[in-house]
């Protein structure tokens, strides 16, 4: 993590990014590769941050803006100056532990909703930074949930995909306006 991207963590009235929402096709894309980190990366990262603390998230993949490229954001703390963002370029888990955990999920494209999802506890991810240097992390817990939210988002799946629990699931989604026919869910 670098502070090269250091961007005020504050909400903006009119955030530069349009936040797509479940049922839109553009959330469904597998995204494509960046092949060059370069300035218009670096500032798509930007904007994407800047919308992201806009909305109150911690998490926001390129796909979420309408945007079909292999970038993911991620800023557990969101209200500290100081951290910087996680801006991960290509993202791949290499390696997932055996624990599996479940733990509450939302998602800036599925405003109001939040349901209980099973991940591996532990991740291996390998990635770019915004300065196009390879990168090797080890997360857990909260950070290893959000990163693999985000990934998914990368190939066209969204958290309600993996929702086990089908009852709550449609009560949510029906609560919050959004089409039960909009999920697809994940054969495991």
């Not at 980190?37 to 796909?63: C, F, K, W």
């Not at 506890?121 to 390998?126: L, R, S």
């Not at 693999?148 to 988002?153: A, L, T």
Request: contains cysteine.
């Amino acid at each position: 993590m670098t502070t090269a991207l250091l961007t005020d963590k504050q909400k903006l009235k009119k955030p530069p990014l349009e936040i797509h929402y479940l049922g839109d096709r553009v959330l469904r894309q597998p995204a494509k590769r960046i092949s060059q980190v370069n300035n218009e990366i670096r500032q798509l990262a930007r904007t994407m941050l800047q919308t992201m603390y806009s909305a109150d998230g911690i998490g926001l993949a390129a796909p979420q803006v309408g945007v079909n490229k292999q970038l993911i954001i991620v800023d557990l703390q969101p209200e500290e100056a100081a951290n910087p963002p996680l801006i991960m370029v290509n993202p791949a888990i290499r390696q997932f532990s055996p624990e599996i955990e479940l733990g509450q999920e939302g998602c800036l494209s599925i405003p109001g909703v939040y349901l209980d999802v099973k991940r591996p506890a532990m991740i291996e991810v390998a990635y770019k930074d915004e300065q196009g240097r390879p990168q090797v992390l080890f997360a857990t817990e909260l950070l290893a949930r959000a990163i693999q939210h985000e990934i998914d988002h990368l190939t066209g799946i969204m958290f309600v995909d993996r929702v086990e629990n089908l009852v709550l699931l449609n009560q949510e989604l029906k609560e919050h306006g959004f089409s039960r026919h909009a999920v697809k869910p994940i054969a495991e």
